[in-house]
């Protein structure tokens, strides 16, 4: 099975370092007011300052163990992806279920020249399966190799 | 609809407007509902804020409603449907009638008051998300039927009274309203009222002004709370389903139901994804079980009481369950369901310690909040209904169909044909590692579904024989 390009770690941390300071604000803005209320300000700007530290280090650390345990393999009948660190999936979508592929670039992907390749079947919810950070070429190959018309073939809908 | 002329343009019935204002402004109230209460209930009663806020919105309404009467227009062109509609922001829409899952003809007290009716056109995909409804709200029969026939999908007349084919199912009066009470609904409401007033008792002391102070004052608040919720489901469900039946021609199934708003569905066999049988405790009790088939329209599994146009068959007699989903799917195996395999030995250790889990912060906080220390009696009891989901789960997977079942108190069968599945999953938990236990989950067309969980080396047995050869 194929392994993601090792600049997936890079983005990952990237991407985490900045979370760090945005998406967990909640967290901080509720740990701090929590530990206030019985501690005092002085122990909730320790707490806050710990809880950031344990998001810096989960997001240094965490990426090799994703790009670790993520797998993925194309075959002539079917996308097989394996990720997770915890949890652990492993997903089949057979090709003739595929409907649309998609390549998308966030900020930080367009800097490492990076892509992501999104896999749509008719589940319709949302995307069956995602490879982050494949090299932009290699991208734009999968996406093109997944997306062949499987012509003949019945998609379940 | 003119048959000599189909592609010309044509404009919704010009009574279009009244028809459907009623149902919107109303859709419109019932979506403010929590605006309304604290108009009635709060601390300023009908406030000036409160009373500009639903009428700007109830406005709204009546101005969406002309729009969609002045700006839709529909044809059929180059064998496909085409619908546009809108004025800044131009929706277009082109449906091509073998992709359609799901014809609707639904009409509501002010439709069949001036004859007329809706037609409503369901996609596969994510209704909502993808929006990838066809609506056509207000239609002549003549219209109805002439687009009905020429999209592929002629039936009976809207209109007629009689059966013009033999019912499967029929159910009378005393069952619409059994299915009513034995909804699991109708005791959510009542605690959730409880719940409701006492968390305002605690928030805002005296806000409502029925809240008693003492503890058999509470019971009484809670007993009435339950019967409201009982009442309400019953009428909510022979509103619904009153005169409801469901039948099949042709490769076609058909459903109809309902006291002021008649409803009718049309499913083309082809395009059922799944079967789905509800049969709550109480209704179970009575001996009957809720059926629900299932497209890829929707974006999941229909609801018995919800706005999707899925089919439903709201009470059928247990003993003939099988025969029904049989009908559905003529090549499922008779009497799966009493064949089913159990989950895992592993399977209760791991749901138990997701019950702890689960349970275990808002336990506490309840406790916390109220100072009553009998709400950790809850715990043992939902460990209790924890073992009894576990002891009731079973699975099946033939060559031709999946058959998984959960739930106790609301216990819950799924068929699906494996010729539907678009993607499978193996999922594990670092429980279920540790127990050597997971689960396989199937996604279908407009929906996923996982089933219990099994011993490792046999889920990836069935992983792999779900999936293609690689």
């Known amino acids: 099975m194929r392994t993601l390009d090792p600049r997936v770690k890079t983005l990952w941390r990237l991407e985490g370092v900045v979370g760090s300071f945005t998406s967990a604000l909640p967290v901080y803005l509720l740990l701090g007011w929590a530990v206030s209320t019985g501690f005092g300000y002085g122990a909730a700007a320790v707490a806050v300052i710990a809880a950031w530290f344990a998001f810096v280090l989960r997001a240094l650390l965490w990426p090799s163990l994703q790009h670790r345990y993520f797998r993925y393999e194309i075959t002539e009948q079917s996308l097989v992806v394996e990720e997770g660190v915890v949890w652990r999936r492993t997903i089949c979508v057979p090709r003739a279920r595929i409907q649309h592929v998609d390549t998308r670039q966030g900020f930080w992907e367009r800097l490492l020249h990076l892509s992501r390749v999104i896999v749509y079947t008719g589940a319709g919810l949302s995307s069956d399966a995602s490879l982050p950070g494949l090299d932009t070429d290699e991208a734009i190959r999968v996406r093109d190799e997944l997306a062949q018309a499987r012509r003949g073939q019945d998609d379940g809908v | 609809m003119t048959v000599s002329d189909p592609s010309r343009w044509r404009r919704l019935h010009p009574a279009s407007f009244l028809v459907n204002l009623v149902p ?170 409880a719940v409701m007033v006492e968390v305002s008792q605690r928030v805002a002391p005296g806000s409502l002004p029925l809240a008693p102070a003492s503890g058999p004052g509470w019971v009484g608040l809670v007993l009435v709370a339950l019967a409201a919720g009982y009442v309400l489901s019953v009428l909510a469900s022979v509103f619904r389903w009153y005169g409801s039946r469901w039948w099949i021609e042709g490769e076609h199934l058909h459903f109809e139901g309902g006291l002021l708003t008649r409803r009718r569905v049309d499913i083309p066999q082809r395009k059922l994804q799944m079967v789905q049988v509800s049969e709550p405790i109480v209704r179970r009790a009575m001996g009957f079980a809720t059926l629900l088939f299932d497209t890829a329209a929707g974006g999941g599994p229909p609801e018995p009481g919800g706005s ?91 060559p031709g169909f999946m058959v998984t079942r959960r739930g106790f108190l609301s216990r819950d069968t799924w068929v699906l044909p494996r010729a539907k599945l678009q993607s499978v999953r193996w999922v594990q938990g670092p429980l279920e590692r540790a127990l050597g236990i997971g689960s396989v989950v199937v996604w279908f067309p407009g929906g996923r579904l996982p089933l219990p969980l099994v011993a490792e080396a046999e889920g990836r047995r069935l992983f792999a024989s779900l999936s293609p050869p690689r």
Do not use: C, K
């Open chain 2, 308 to 398: 999707t146009t899925e089919g439903v068959v709201p009470m059928v007699a247990r003993e003939d369950v099988d025969d029904r989903v049989r009908v559905a799917f003529p090549g499922l195996e008779p009497n799966l369901g009493d064949t089913l395999r159990p989950a895992a030995a592993g399977a209760l250790t791991s749901a138990m310690v997701a019950s702890v889990l689960g349970w275990a912060l808002p336990l506490v906080a309840l406790v916390a909040f109220t100072g009553q220390g009998w709400f950790l009696l809850i715990l043992p009891v939902a460990l209790a209904v924890a073992w009894l989901d576990v002891r009731w789960q079973g699975w099946a997977v033939t």
């Open chain 2, 24 to 193: 919107t402004a109303w859709r419109t109230v019932w979506s403010l509902w929590p605006l309304v209460v604290g108009a009635i209930w709060g601390r300023q009663q009908g406030s000036a804020f409160d009373v500009v806020v639903i009428l700007f919105f109830s406005m709204a309404a009546v101005g969406r409603t002309l729009l969609h009467f002045l700006t839709l227009r529909y044809r059929l062109f180059d064998g496909r449907l085409e619908i546009q509609s809108g004025l800044l922001s131009r929706v277009e829409q082109a449906f091509d009638p073998s992709r359609i899952q799901n014809v609707a003809i639904q009409q509501n007290l002010f439709h069949r008051l001036s004859g007329l009716v809706e037609l409503r056109v369901e996609m596969a995909g994510a209704s909502g998300l993808l929006a990838t409804d066809g609506l056509l709200s207000a239609l002549s029969l003549e219209d109805a039927e002439a687009l009905r026939a020429a999209i592929g999908r002629p039936g009976t007349s809207v209109a007629s009274s009689g059966a013009p084919h033999q019912a499967l199912d029929a159910p009378g009066l005393l069952e619409v309203v059994a299915y009513g009470a034995s909804s699991g609904r109708a005791g959510m409401a009542g605690a959730g009222v």
